[in-house]
C-alpha cells in the first residue's frame, strides 16, 4: 500500500510538473505528459500502473474519463453553436461514419489486421479527445469558429466513436463468436440509447431544477455532482459497455443550458480536477504501454498512421464540410486537427483485451496502434496547431490584447493610444451614449453588460491577455475582476480606485477585485478631473540614446506610469509585482499632466455631466 501511494504521489507530481513546463515554454502539454509516462514506465519501469493498481486499474481509469467528459459538456452551450451547428451535424453525422469506414479498410489493408480487430479499431479513430484539444486551444487562441467548431466536435464524438465500437464488438459476437442473437442486440442497443439519452437528460434537469430550488446547499453541490456523475455512467455501462460515455456527455450537455447561478464555481472545480485527472491519465496509459508490441508492429503501423492523418482524416471532413458555411481555411484546418486522447487509449485496451480473449490474435495489436496514432496526432497536431493556425489567418490576434470595461473620456483616450501602438483593445459598456461616442472614436466597443451569458458568446476572450476595470462604481469594478480573474490569471485583472486608505467599513476584501493600476491610486471622478485639466496619454519608445531613466528624468514627478509594450507584443502593467523596468525597445504608456505652456483651467463648474 506504502508504495501504491509513492507511485500515486510521483504520477501527480509529474503530472503537474508537465503542466507547468507547458505554460512557462508556451509547448502542448499533452506533449510532455506523453514524455513523463513513457520515461516513468517503459524507459525506467518505475510505475507499470495495470500490473501495481491490479483490479482498480480499469475502475479507475473509466470512473476519470467519465467525470473528464463530464465536464467537457459543461461547456457547450447551444448559444455558442449557433454559427457552426450545421458543420458540428455534418462533421458528426456524416464525418464520423466515413472516418469509421477508411480506416477500418486502412487498418486492414494497410496494417494487415483482420476485419472485426479492423472495425473496433476504425470505430475508436473516429474519436477527437477534449483532453487534447482543450489544452492546444487554451494555448493556440483561434477565432471563435473554429474553436467552437474543434471543441463542440471532440467532445460529442467522444462518446459516439466508443459506442461505434462497440457496435463493431457486437456485431462480431454476432456473426462470427455466436454467443449474441441480433434481436437481443437490437434490444440491448435500444434499452442503453434510451437510458443515456433520456436517463441523462432527466438527471441533469432534475439536479438543476434542486440546486435553483435551494434544495442543496453549495458546498454540497460539486459533490452530488461527481456522486450523479459515477452513479449514472456507472449504471448506464451495466447496460451496454461504454454507453455511460454517452450518459455523462447528455447531463453536462443538459447542466451547461441551465440557468444555473453557482455553475461557474461549479464548472471551475470540474476543470481543476479535469487538469489533475488528464495529467494522471495519460502518464498511467502511457506508463502501461508495451514497447514490444510497438515493435512487432513494424513498418505496416508507419503506413496506418500516415494513412490515417493524411488520407483518411482529411477526405471524411473535407467531403462532410461541403456546403456548410465554412470558408477553405477552415476546412483545411479542421480536416488535419484531429488528435485523439485518452478516450481512444482507455477503448482501445478494453476491446483489444477481450478480441484477445475471445480468439483473435491480432486483439492486442489494435491498442499498439491506437496508442502509436495517439502519440502521432499529439505531437505533429500539438505542435503545428499555433503555426498552421497564423499561416491560415485564424488565429484571434497575433498579439495579446487589453479589455477595458467602463467607457468615459480617461478609457477614451487610453484605448486610442493603445490601439495607436498597436496593442488590440476593446471598451466594453452598458450605456450606449458613452459606448456611441467610444465607438465614434473609430475603437472597438461592446454594449451590454459584460457579466451576461450574451457576452460570454459574443466576445472572443481568447484575444485578451489582460482586463481594466474603470466604471464609476468601486464595488462593480471589484467584482468584474473577481469573476474574470479565473480566467484571465488574476496577477492580470486591474482596476481603477482600489485605494490604501479606506475606512474599514468602505474597504473591501483584499481577495475581492484587481490589482491597482495607477500608483498613487485615482478613482474614476479624479481621472475625469486629470483629462478636464489636459492630462493625456503618451506613448513613448525606449531607446539607447533615450533610455528608462532618460525618460524618468524628462517627465513630471506626479505622471502616472500605466503599462510597457514589449517589441514582441507582451504587456508588462507598471503595477506587475514580478516586474523588471522598461527596457531598450519598449513603447511605455503614461498619464501625464500637461506642461506648463499648454495648462489650462479647471471649468468652474463641477456639476458637468459625466461622459
Keep these: 500500500m506504502d508504495t501504491i501511494l509513492i507511485q500515486l504521489s510521483a504520477i501527480g507530481i509529474a503530472g503537474m510538473a508537465a503542466q507547468w513546463a507547458a505554460w512557462r515554454f508556451q509547448i502542448p502539454a499533452i506533449a510532455l505528459l506523453l514524455a513523463a509516462g513513457f520515461l516513468m514506465g517503459p524507459l525506467t519501469g518505475y510505475i507499470d500502473p495495470a500490473t501495481d493498481f491490479g483490479s482498480l486499474y480499469k475502475p479507475i481509469i473509466a470512473f476519470a474519463v467519465a467525470i473528464i467528459l463530464f465536464e467537457g459538456g459543461l461547456t457547450l452551450n447551444f448559444a455558442e453553436i449557433r454559427e457552426t451547428s450545421k458543420a458540428v451535424r455534418r462533421i458528426v453525422i456524416i464525418g464520423g461514419p466515413l472516418v469509421w469506414l477508411f480506416s477500418t479498410l486502412a487498418a486492414h489493408y494497410a496494417a494487415g489486421l483482420t476485419w472485426p480487430t479492423a472495425a473496433v479499431l476504425g470505430a475508436?479513430?473516429?474519436?477527437?479527445?477534449?483532453?487534447?484539444?482543450?489544452?492546444?486551444?487554451?494555448?493556440?487562441?483561434?477565432?471563435?469558429?473554429?474553436?467552437?467548431?474543434?471543441?463542440?466536435?471532440?467532445?460529442?464524438?467522444?462518446?459516439?466513436?466508443?459506442?461505434?465500437?462497440?457496435?463493431?464488438?457486437?456485431?462480431?459476437?454476432?456473426?462470427?463468436?455466436?454467443?449474441?442473437?441480433?434481436?437481443?442486440?437490437?434490444?440491448?442497443?435500444?434499452?442503453?440509447?434510451?437510458?443515456?439519452?433520456?436517463?441523462?437528460?432527466?438527471?441533469?434537469?432534475?439536479?438543476?431544477?434542486?440546486?435553483?430550488?435551494?434544495?442543496?446547499?453549495?458546498?454540497?453541490?460539486?459533490?452530488?455532482?461527481?456522486a450523479a456523475v459515477l452513479f449514472m455512467f456507472a449504471a448506464s455501462d451495466a447496460i451496454l459497455k461504454e454507453s455511460g460515455l454517452l450518459t455523462v456527455t447528455v447531463m453536462g450537455v443538459t447542466l451547461a443550458n441551465t440557468r444555473l447561478a453557482s455553475l461557474a464555481e461549479m464548472k471551475r472545480f470540474k476543470e481543476t480536477a479535469t487538469i489533475l485527472l488528464v495529467s494522471g491519465l495519460f502518464i498511467m496509459l502511457t506508463a502501461s504501454f508495451d514497447v514490444t508490441a510497438l515493435y512487432d508492429l513494424g513498418w505496416r503501423a508507419v503506413l496506418f498512421v500516415v494513412l490515417v492523418l493524411f488520407v483518411?482524416?482529411?477526405?471524411?471532413?473535407?467531403?462532410?464540410?461541403?456546403?456548410?458555411?465554412?470558408?477553405?481555411?477552415?476546412?483545411?484546418?479542421?480536416?488535419?486537427?484531429?488528435?485523439?486522447?485518452?478516450?481512444?487509449?482507455?477503448?482501445?485496451?478494453?476491446?483489444?483485451?477481450?478480441?484477445?480473449?475471445?480468439?483473435?490474435?491480432?486483439?492486442?495489436?489494435?491498442?499498439?496502434?491506437?496508442?502509436?496514432?495517439?502519440?502521432?496526432?499529439?505531437?505533429?497536431?500539438?505542435?503545428?496547431?499555433?503555426?498552421?493556425?497564423?499561416?491560415?489567418?485564424?488565429?484571434?490576434?497575433?498579439?495579446?490584447?487589453?479589455?477595458?470595461?467602463?467607457?468615459?473620456?480617461?478609457?477614451?483616450?487610453?484605448?486610442?493610444?493603445?490601439?495607436?501602438?498597436?496593442?488590440?483593445?476593446?471598451?466594453?459598456?452598458?450605456?450606449?451614449?458613452?459606448?456611441?461616442?467610444?465607438?465614434?472614436?473609430?475603437?472597438?466597443?461592446?454594449?451590454?453588460?459584460?457579466?451576461?451569458?450574451?457576452?460570454?458568446?459574443?466576445?472572443?476572450?481568447?484575444?485578451?491577455?489582460?482586463?481594466?476595470?474603470?466604471?464609476?462604481?468601486?464595488?462593480?469594478?471589484?467584482?468584474?475582476?473577481?469573476?474574470?480573474?479565473?480566467?484571465?490569471?488574476?496577477?492580470?485583472?486591474?482596476?481603477?480606485?482600489?485605494?490604501?486608505?479606506?475606512?474599514?467599513?468602505?474597504?473591501?476584501?483584499?481577495?475581492?477585485?484587481?490589482?491597482?493600476?495607477?500608483?498613487?491610486?485615482?478613482?474614476?471622478?479624479?481621472?475625469?478631473?486629470?483629462?478636464?485639466?489636459?492630462?493625456?496619454?503618451?506613448?513613448?519608445?525606449?531607446?539607447?540614446?533615450?533610455?528608462?531613466?532618460?525618460?524618468?528624468?524628462?517627465?513630471?514627478?506626479?505622471?502616472?506610469?500605466?503599462?510597457?509594450v514589449k517589441p514582441d507584443g507582451s504587456i508588462t502593467f507598471a503595477q506587475q509585482s514580478n516586474r523588471n523596468d522598461p527596457g531598450l525597445g519598449d513603447t511605455i504608456l503614461a498619464f501625464s499632466p500637461p506642461t506648463p505652456e499648454k495648462t489650462t483651467q479647471m471649468p468652474k463648474s463641477k456639476d458637468k455631466p459625466l461622459p
Design 312 to 564: 483518411v482524416r482529411p477526405i471524411a471532413i473535407l467531403i462532410a464540410t461541403i456546403g456548410v458555411g465554412l470558408d477553405w481555411q477552415e476546412r483545411a484546418l479542421v480536416a488535419w486537427i484531429a488528435p485523439r486522447g485518452i478516450v481512444a487509449v482507455a477503448v482501445s485496451g478494453l476491446f483489444g483485451s477481450s478480441l484477445t480473449a475471445l480468439g483473435v490474435e491480432d486483439g492486442g495489436q489494435m491498442t499498439a496502434l491506437a496508442f502509436v496514432v495517439v502519440a502521432s496526432t499529439i505531437l505533429l497536431h500539438g505542435f503545428s496547431l499555433a503555426p498552421l493556425s497564423r499561416w491560415l489567418n485564424l488565429k484571434a490576434a497575433n498579439r495579446p490584447g487589453i479589455l477595458i470595461v467602463g467607457g468615459s473620456i480617461w478609457t477614451q483616450a487610453m484605448a486610442a493610444k493603445l490601439k495607436e501602438i498597436g496593442v488590440p483593445v476593446l471598451v466594453a459598456d452598458r450605456n450606449r451614449n458613452r459606448v456611441r461616442d467610444i465607438q465614434l472614436a473609430d475603437i472597438p466597443v461592446h454594449y451590454g453588460e459584460i457579466l451576461s451569458e450574451s457576452a460570454h458568446h459574443s466576445i472572443q476572450w481568447s484575444r485578451f491577455s489582460h482586463l481594466i476595470a474603470a466604471s464609476d462604481n468601486d464595488a462593480y469594478n471589484a467584482l468584474v475582476c473577481s469573476e474574470f480573474g479565473p480566467e484571465i490569471g488574476r496577477s492580470h485583472v486591474y482596476q481603477i480606485g482600489k485605494k490604501e486608505d479606506k475606512g474599514e467599513r468602505q474597504s473591501l476584501n483584499f481577495t475581492v477585485g484587481g490589482r491597482r493600476l495607477l500608483d498613487p491610486a485615482k478613482d474614476y471622478s479624479e481621472l475625469l478631473q486629470d483629462c478636464w485639466r489636459g492630462w493625456s496619454f503618451t506613448a513613448t519608445t525606449l531607446t539607447e540614446e533615450f533610455d528608462y531613466n532618460t525618460f524618468r528624468d524628462s517627465r513630471p514627478s506626479d505622471m502616472a506610469l500605466v503599462l510597457w
Design 124 to 226: 475508436i479513430l473516429v474519436i477527437t479527445g477534449p483532453t487534447v484539444i482543450m489544452p492546444l486551444l487554451r494555448q493556440a487562441q483561434l477565432k471563435h469558429r473554429p474553436a467552437s467548431l474543434l471543441r463542440w466536435e471532440a467532445i460529442v464524438n467522444d462518446p459516439i466513436g466508443a459506442l461505434y465500437a462497440v457496435i463493431a464488438f457486437e456485431v462480431f459476437l454476432v456473426f462470427q463468436a455466436a454467443s449474441h442473437s441480433v434481436g437481443a442486440l437490437l434490444v440491448t442497443f435500444a434499452i442503453a440509447a434510451t437510458f443515456a439519452l433520456a436517463g441523462g437528460w432527466a438527471v441533469g434537469r432534475i439536479i438543476a431544477s434542486a440546486f435553483l430550488r435551494g434544495l442543496v446547499p453549495e458546498y454540497l453541490k460539486a459533490p452530488i455532482l461527481f
